[in-house]
């Protein structure tokens, strides 16, 4: 899939004070940083210590030892992907990605020659003879018969290894085009094709979140500044109107209330309840609301989902029917009943997709005359977001240290078979029933199997899954 160009890639590292930086110089230590190339759109956000258990989990199983160092800061970006694939950010550079595999139902590491400076295989490597190290490392050769000097027991046909040096250097990395022992009956042939990578400069050392906060104040305090006239600006522009922020529970949401806040002071937080939130979510709004003293208008929409379920079957991607049914409704008449009209502030950014990077600043939803909408970090990336949020010290949603990326509806059909994986196991019984439900749509109308077990009720509406039997 190619790569989604939403907006400027603001990632920078400062190898001083070994933190991401949003900005060309270190707020810490005063130095030049440098930018670090990863895939567009270029979100990145910091790995909690969840993300690092999942990444360094699939290194080890592999190539017998983890990914990122204790004690250094990571960040993953989530790049194109058929489902998902996260690249991972340590020292600078670009030192792996993760990619989920749906049909094996497993991740796979994809390594890069930047990982050799933090991580040593112990297998699933090759050992290159002297002679070839040249073309493999500056050219990036692939390893052929008879330059292959050892190779790992372990190695299958397909897997991603590391090509070594005869010191133990890594010289590059790629796929085994045999196994172990083919590889060593062979005179003649590729025994590992070589991946080229775009070079990164990867400089690792220990440093703390706390560190990359002190390093980005300047752009903190100028992308805030810049937010709050622009919070000024549209309610200056609208008197009259009710000010509120929509509130979803996720870091976003967060971000623009603290902003509202400190420009205008406390305004109620709209929820709407689907009735498909995460306890998580709940346990979050009743905390934010009791430390910023604000009060919660709060929409119900779980009985309007399920009536229209019973007719067209369960949303998809294509057929999101779910949004205006059990959000935009509900929210709208809450709206009507409190105030008439408001003006709300809402978390939505550039970086999030391509129609977001495309949408007003100040809109109203069709869908939903009732709430002129505006965005006050709409150019902020995630790290934008996150770093704010540590500085502020705000109490952020506890599923992002859980290995979530986003925080919505537990059966969104936007979301990777990956996440589904993982909600299967912490929530067994909210998957269960929203599983038996979709059996028994598929059952009645005689679907195949796969439409619930392969994920395919996410890619297209349950009417177009009856035409296409």
Request: hydrophobic share 40%; aromatic share 8%.
């Amino acid at each position: 899939m190619r790569p989604l160009y939403l907006g400027k890639v603001h990632l920078h590292w400062c190898d001083a004070c070994h933190v991401p930086v949003l900005g060309e110089s270190c707020g810490r230590c005063g130095g030049v940083t440098r930018p670090v190339a990863v895939t567009p759109p270029g979100d990145a956000r910091p790995a909690f210590d969840a993300d690092l258990s999942l990444v360094n989990q699939v290194y080890t199983d592999h190539f017998g030892a983890p990914l990122v160092p204790e004690g250094m800061l990571a960040l993953l970006n989530k790049v194109p992907d058929p489902d998902r694939m996260e690249e991972v950010i340590v020292g600078g550079a670009i030192v792996g990605q993760i990619r989920f595999i749906p049909s094996e139902d497993r991740w796979e590491p994809i390594p890069r020659i930047e990982a050799g400076n933090v991580l040593a295989p112990e297998r699933r490597y090759v050992i290159a003879d002297s002679g070839a190290v040249p073309s493999i490392r500056d050219e990036g050769a692939s390893l052929l018969a008879p330059g292959l000097r050892e190779i790992d027991p372990a190695v299958r046909a397909g897997d991603e290894v590391f090509i070594l040096a005869p010191d133990g250097t890594v010289i590059g990395v790629g796929r085994a085009r045999v196994s172990a022992d083919e590889a060593r009956s062979m005179t003649r042939g590729p025994v590992v094709r070589t991946r080229r990578n775009q070079p990164g400069l990867c400089r690792p050392g220990s440093a703390t979140w706390q560190d990359a906060v002190e390093a980005n104040g300047p752009v903190l305090d100028r992308y805030e500044s810049v937010a709050r006239a622009f919070v000024r600006e549209v309610i200056d522009g609208h008197p009259g109107l009710p000010v509120t922020v929509s509130y979803s529970g996720g870091k976003d949401s967060l971000a623009t209330l603290l902003v509202v806040q400190k420009e205008f002071g406390p305004v109620p937080l709209l929820f709407a309840d689907t009735g498909f939130e995460f306890p998580e979510t709940y346990a979050n709004l009743e905390r934010v609301a009791e430390q910023y003293g604000v009060r919660v208008v709060r929409s119900s929409g779980r009985t309007r989902f399920d009536q229209v379920f019973e007719t067209q079957g369960p949303p998809a991607v294509d057929a999101r029917w779910c949004c205006e049914v059990c959000k935009l409704g509900p929210i709208g008449e809450a709206i009507r009943e409190q105030w008439g009209e408001c003006l709300s502030f809402i978390g939505q950014r550039k970086y999030e997709s391509a129609r977001r990077s495309k949408s007003r600043r100040v809109w109203r939803n069709p869908s939903l005359s009732v709430q002129l909408s505006a965005a006050p970090i709409h150019t902020w990336t995630a790290l934008h977001v996150w770093l704010y949020l540590f500085r502020e010290g705000a109490p952020y949603n506890s599923l992002y240290e859980e290995g979530f990326d986003r925080i919505g509806c537990y059966i969104c059909p936007s979301s990777d078979l990956s996440v589904f994986r993982t909600l299967k196991d912490r929530y067994p019984d909210l998957m269960a029933a929203w599983f038996d439900r979709l059996r028994a749509w598929q059952q009645a109308r005689g679907l195949s199997d796969g439409w619930v077990n392969d994920g395919e009720w996410r890619r297209f509406g349950a009417h177009e899954a009856c035409r296409r039997r």
